[in-house]
Protein backbone atom coordinates (compact mmCIF):
# COMPACT_ATOMS: atom_id res chain seq x y z
CA UNK A 1 0.00 0.00 0.00
CA UNK A 2 2.17 2.75 -1.36
CA UNK A 3 0.57 5.90 1.13
CA UNK A 4 2.92 8.28 -0.34
CA UNK A 5 3.07 8.58 -4.00
CA UNK A 6 5.19 10.56 -6.58
CA UNK A 7 3.91 10.04 -10.26
CA UNK A 8 6.45 11.13 -12.39
CA UNK A 9 9.40 9.50 -12.40
CA UNK A 10 11.18 12.56 -14.08
CA UNK A 11 10.85 15.98 -14.91
CA UNK A 12 13.01 18.23 -17.39
CA UNK A 13 13.40 21.91 -16.97
CA UNK A 14 15.24 24.87 -18.55
CA UNK A 15 17.40 26.85 -16.15
CA UNK A 16 15.59 30.09 -15.10
CA UNK A 17 11.82 28.23 -15.22
CA UNK A 18 9.92 26.99 -12.59
CA UNK A 19 9.82 23.32 -11.17
CA UNK A 20 6.82 21.82 -10.27
CA UNK A 21 7.46 18.92 -8.26
CA UNK A 22 4.12 16.85 -6.98
CA UNK A 23 2.99 14.45 -4.36
CA UNK A 24 -0.23 12.92 -3.65
CA UNK A 25 -1.07 10.47 -0.39
CA UNK A 26 -3.40 8.81 0.90
CA UNK A 27 -3.51 8.94 4.71
CA UNK A 28 -5.42 11.83 6.39
CA UNK A 29 -3.66 10.90 9.50
CA UNK A 30 -0.19 12.54 8.55
CA UNK A 31 0.74 15.50 10.12
CA UNK A 32 4.00 16.70 8.33
CA UNK A 33 5.08 16.60 5.25
CA UNK A 34 8.99 16.74 4.11
CA UNK A 35 10.61 17.52 0.59
CA UNK A 36 14.51 15.52 0.16
CA UNK A 37 17.09 16.02 -2.18
CA UNK A 38 19.21 13.58 -3.03
CA UNK A 39 22.07 13.33 -4.84
CA UNK A 40 23.39 9.88 -6.31
CA UNK A 41 25.96 8.12 -3.65
CA UNK A 42 24.84 10.92 -1.14
CA UNK A 43 22.01 10.45 1.88
CA UNK A 44 18.96 12.64 1.45
CA UNK A 45 19.42 16.34 2.22
CA UNK A 46 16.11 18.03 4.13
CA UNK A 47 14.91 21.01 1.73
CA UNK A 48 11.65 22.10 3.51
CA UNK A 49 8.48 21.16 5.14
CA UNK A 50 5.28 21.89 5.79
CA UNK A 51 2.83 21.28 9.25
CA UNK A 52 -0.67 19.75 7.64
CA UNK A 53 -2.12 22.81 9.52
CA UNK A 54 -0.79 25.37 6.70
CA UNK A 55 -1.47 25.56 3.16
CA UNK A 56 2.19 27.51 1.79
CA UNK A 57 5.55 27.46 3.86
CA UNK A 58 8.61 29.58 1.72
CA UNK A 59 11.88 29.20 1.92
CA UNK A 60 14.24 31.08 -0.67
CA UNK A 61 13.51 29.53 -3.96
CA UNK A 62 11.48 27.06 -2.68
CA UNK A 63 7.59 26.85 -1.47
CA UNK A 64 5.66 23.84 -0.55
CA UNK A 65 1.87 24.16 -1.10
CA UNK A 66 -0.58 22.06 0.69
CA UNK A 67 -3.97 21.20 -0.59
CA UNK A 68 -5.66 18.79 2.28
CA UNK A 69 -8.63 18.25 0.70
CA UNK A 70 -7.32 16.74 -2.63
CA UNK A 71 -4.14 15.00 -0.51
CA UNK A 72 -1.73 16.71 -2.66
CA UNK A 73 1.43 18.75 -2.10
CA UNK A 74 3.85 20.20 -4.36
CA UNK A 75 7.59 21.58 -4.74
CA UNK A 76 8.18 24.86 -6.42
CA UNK A 77 11.17 25.74 -7.46
CA UNK A 78 12.32 29.36 -8.79
CA UNK A 79 14.45 29.81 -10.49
CA UNK A 80 15.58 26.36 -11.36
CA UNK A 81 19.18 25.57 -11.62
CA UNK A 82 21.17 23.63 -13.36
CA UNK A 83 22.55 22.39 -9.23
CA UNK A 84 18.85 21.22 -8.75
CA UNK A 85 19.42 18.52 -10.94
CA UNK A 86 18.57 15.57 -8.10
CA UNK A 87 15.90 13.36 -7.07
CA UNK A 88 13.25 14.59 -4.87
CA UNK A 89 11.43 12.69 -2.69
CA UNK A 90 8.53 13.80 -0.42
CA UNK A 91 8.01 12.34 2.68
CA UNK A 92 5.33 12.31 5.29
CA UNK A 93 4.41 11.97 8.54
CA UNK A 94 2.13 10.91 11.55
CA UNK A 95 2.24 13.02 14.83
CA UNK A 96 3.20 10.67 17.67
CA UNK A 97 6.47 9.40 19.26
CA UNK A 98 8.16 8.17 16.55
CA UNK A 99 10.23 9.66 13.53
CA UNK A 100 9.14 6.79 11.16
CA UNK A 101 8.90 8.66 7.57
CA UNK A 102 6.57 7.50 5.01
CA UNK A 103 8.60 7.86 1.73
CA UNK A 104 7.11 8.45 -1.77
CA UNK A 105 9.42 6.88 -4.60
CA UNK A 106 10.84 10.35 -5.66
CA UNK A 107 11.13 12.47 -9.03
CA UNK A 108 14.37 13.17 -10.86
CA UNK A 109 14.97 16.86 -12.01
CA UNK A 110 17.27 17.50 -14.71
CA UNK A 111 17.11 21.29 -15.15
CA UNK A 112 18.95 22.16 -18.59
CA UNK A 113 21.32 24.83 -19.15
CA UNK B 1 28.99 20.13 13.65
CA UNK B 2 29.85 16.91 11.62
CA UNK B 3 26.90 14.88 10.07
CA UNK B 4 25.95 11.92 10.18
CA UNK B 5 28.49 9.08 9.94
CA UNK B 6 28.10 5.94 8.80
CA UNK B 7 30.54 2.95 8.12
CA UNK B 8 31.75 1.06 6.08
CA UNK B 9 30.55 3.10 2.89
CA UNK B 10 31.09 -0.16 0.67
CA UNK B 11 30.63 -3.90 1.77
CA UNK B 12 30.28 -6.86 -0.55
CA UNK B 13 29.11 -9.76 1.41
CA UNK B 14 28.15 -13.83 0.21
CA UNK B 15 24.59 -15.09 0.70
CA UNK B 16 24.51 -16.92 4.31
CA UNK B 17 26.58 -14.07 5.67
CA UNK B 18 25.86 -11.88 8.19
CA UNK B 19 26.85 -8.03 8.67
CA UNK B 20 26.91 -5.24 10.89
CA UNK B 21 26.70 -1.58 9.85
CA UNK B 22 27.47 1.58 11.86
CA UNK B 23 26.23 4.73 12.43
CA UNK B 24 27.29 7.75 14.41
CA UNK B 25 24.56 10.34 14.79
CA UNK B 26 24.92 14.10 15.21
CA UNK B 27 26.15 15.52 18.70
CA UNK B 28 23.54 15.91 20.64
CA UNK B 29 21.03 13.69 18.62
CA UNK B 30 19.01 11.10 20.34
CA UNK B 31 16.95 9.67 18.01
CA UNK B 32 18.27 7.09 15.05
CA UNK B 33 16.17 5.85 12.14
CA UNK B 34 17.51 3.36 9.68
CA UNK B 35 15.86 3.00 5.92
CA UNK B 36 16.94 0.90 3.16
CA UNK B 37 16.84 2.44 -0.20
CA UNK B 38 16.54 -0.12 -3.05
CA UNK B 39 15.62 0.89 -6.69
CA UNK B 40 12.13 -1.09 -6.42
CA UNK B 41 10.69 -0.28 -2.67
CA UNK B 42 11.97 3.30 -2.80
CA UNK B 43 13.33 4.02 0.42
CA UNK B 44 11.65 1.93 3.38
CA UNK B 45 12.00 2.28 6.76
CA UNK B 46 13.58 -0.37 8.86
CA UNK B 47 13.25 0.84 12.56
CA UNK B 48 13.99 3.80 14.65
CA UNK B 49 15.88 3.78 18.49
CA UNK B 50 15.82 7.11 21.04
CA UNK B 51 17.88 6.81 24.14
CA UNK B 52 18.87 3.09 24.05
CA UNK B 53 15.31 2.29 23.16
CA UNK B 54 13.43 0.94 19.73
CA UNK B 55 10.73 3.07 18.99
CA UNK B 56 9.74 1.50 16.22
CA UNK B 57 10.01 -0.97 13.47
CA UNK B 58 8.99 -1.35 10.19
CA UNK B 59 7.60 -4.47 8.24
CA UNK B 60 11.39 -6.58 7.48
CA UNK B 61 12.18 -9.82 8.97
CA UNK B 62 13.24 -10.54 12.30
CA UNK B 63 17.02 -11.33 10.34
CA UNK B 64 17.21 -7.19 10.34
CA UNK B 65 18.04 -5.98 13.78
CA UNK B 66 19.46 -2.88 15.22
CA UNK B 67 20.69 -1.36 18.69
CA UNK B 68 21.45 2.22 20.13
CA UNK B 69 24.38 2.48 22.55
CA UNK B 70 24.61 4.99 26.03
CA UNK B 71 26.39 7.41 23.37
CA UNK B 72 23.51 7.41 20.69
CA UNK B 73 25.70 5.66 18.16
CA UNK B 74 23.90 2.80 16.21
CA UNK B 75 24.61 -0.21 14.78
CA UNK B 76 21.76 -2.46 12.55
CA UNK B 77 22.55 -6.29 11.95
CA UNK B 78 21.72 -8.20 9.03
CA UNK B 79 22.16 -12.00 9.70
CA UNK B 80 21.61 -14.70 6.91
CA UNK B 81 21.74 -12.33 3.71
CA UNK B 82 20.35 -12.71 1.06
CA UNK B 83 20.89 -11.74 -2.67
CA UNK B 84 17.69 -9.38 -2.12
CA UNK B 85 18.98 -7.47 1.21
CA UNK B 86 21.67 -6.00 -1.46
CA UNK B 87 20.67 -1.74 -0.75
CA UNK B 88 21.99 0.95 0.46
CA UNK B 89 21.13 1.23 3.92
CA UNK B 90 20.68 4.95 5.13
CA UNK B 91 21.03 5.86 8.88
CA UNK B 92 19.25 9.58 10.09
CA UNK B 93 19.40 11.06 12.95
CA UNK B 94 17.32 14.11 14.86
CA UNK B 95 17.26 15.60 18.27
CA UNK B 96 13.99 14.16 19.55
CA UNK B 97 11.82 11.43 18.56
CA UNK B 98 8.38 12.51 17.12
CA UNK B 99 6.37 15.99 16.54
CA UNK B 100 7.61 16.12 13.33
CA UNK B 101 8.64 19.38 13.24
CA UNK B 102 12.15 18.05 13.77
CA UNK B 103 13.62 17.34 10.32
CA UNK B 104 15.77 14.05 9.64
CA UNK B 105 19.37 14.78 8.78
CA UNK B 106 21.01 11.58 7.22
CA UNK B 107 24.50 10.15 6.27
CA UNK B 108 25.38 9.09 2.43
CA UNK B 109 24.71 5.48 3.43
CA UNK B 110 26.05 2.13 3.36
CA UNK B 111 26.21 -0.08 -0.08
CA UNK B 112 25.87 -3.52 0.70
CA UNK B 113 25.91 -5.64 -1.81
CA UNK B 114 25.14 -9.74 -1.27
CA UNK B 115 26.59 -11.90 -3.98
Known amino acids: DQQVKQNSPSLSVQEGRISILNCDYT??????FLWYKKYPAEGPTFLISISSIKDKNEDGRFTVFLNKSAKHLSLHIVPSQPGDSAVYFC????????????FGTGTLLAVQP | KAGVTQTPRYLIKTRGQQVTLSCSPISGHRSVSWYQQTPGQGLQFLFE???????NKGNFPGRFSGRQFSNSRSEMNVSTLELGDSALYLC??????????????FGNGTRLTVT
Open chain 1, 91 to 102: AAIKNGATNKLI
Open chain 2, 49 to 55: YFSETQR
Open chain 1, 27 to 32: NSMFDY
Open chain 2, 92 to 105: ASSPKSGGGGSPLH
